[in-house]
């Protein structure tokens, strides 16, 4: 697909947003972060997001070790003035609801109403025995209180208590406070944030994403796969009464571009990958092939997709995707 006619495709269904989405348990301090995400703002991308894990996967220097992904927000929210912020995902194993509810609506606060909230069961077991976090063999249900009870919180109008009594939490006369800036995206009458629901899972995650999800994720699928994830998602909400269209549709995929050959090569090799199997599962190769793979995600459905960044050091690499890639797309 050549570049204009991507073009046409994205804009006749609207914008396409592309997310910077970083992996800071492989090593990097908040200042690492702090310029990933200030770099983020000055080239014009929507969202800075982090995923939620406190241990490094695969061999390698563990150093500095893990950054919590709330308290990076905090920082981050008060050093930033335009980008959303947010995760991919937190997972429900590792924070009660009620402080979790507590917050992201403070770090929305901070942030002057630009968090969104990813959340998820969480599937690192070793994470969770490396830190001393329980890890229930069954997750869903948990995830699912969760939501039902951060939305809750944030959902009851000032004044009024919430309860809960399920099968893993019990919330008893909560005021529900704090509020987050903004507003429910489902009903506007009520506080809230966007909340981003995510998975494989043919049935139950579709249904969680139908039921209190902003947005559904299809987090590095295989790309041929993205359209099945997506048909799944608005036949939940089909069959629960809602809009499948009221719902954004996104991917995340690992980034590596190159203004040539040479380029795309070295930048491979700086994050451990081969540049084939990069342009098989991710958006990678030169300008022209990345723009290509947005343009068939877009005509796939994805209206927003998280550009996972493993080389934290290499601005350029944001620079050069700002400069050549988003003019194409956004």
Known sequence: MAARALHDVVVQGGRMDLRIFTEPQQGATYDDLLAVAQATERLGFDAFF????YLRMGDGDPMPGPTDAWTTLAGLARETSRIRLGTLVTSATFRHPGVLAVQVAQVDQMSGGRVELGLGAGWFAEEHAAYGIPFPHKRFGLLTEQLEIVTGLWGTPVGERFDHAGTHYTLTDSPALPKPVQTSPLDPSRAGVPVIVGGNGPRRTPALAARFATEY????PEKHDVPER?????AACEEAGRDPGSLTYSVALIVC???DEAEVT?????????PAELREHGVAGTVSEAVDTLGALAE????RVYLQVMDLQDLDHLELVAAEVMPQVA
């Open 300 to 303: 796939m459905g994805a209206s």
């Open 266 to 274: 070295r930048r491979a090799a700086a994050i451990g990958r081969e």
């Open 257 to 259: 571009v190159g203004a």
């Open 217 to 220: 994720n299809a987090a590095f």
């Open 230 to 234: 997506f048909a799944a998602v608005r």
């Open 50 to 53: 982090r995923s939620d894990h």
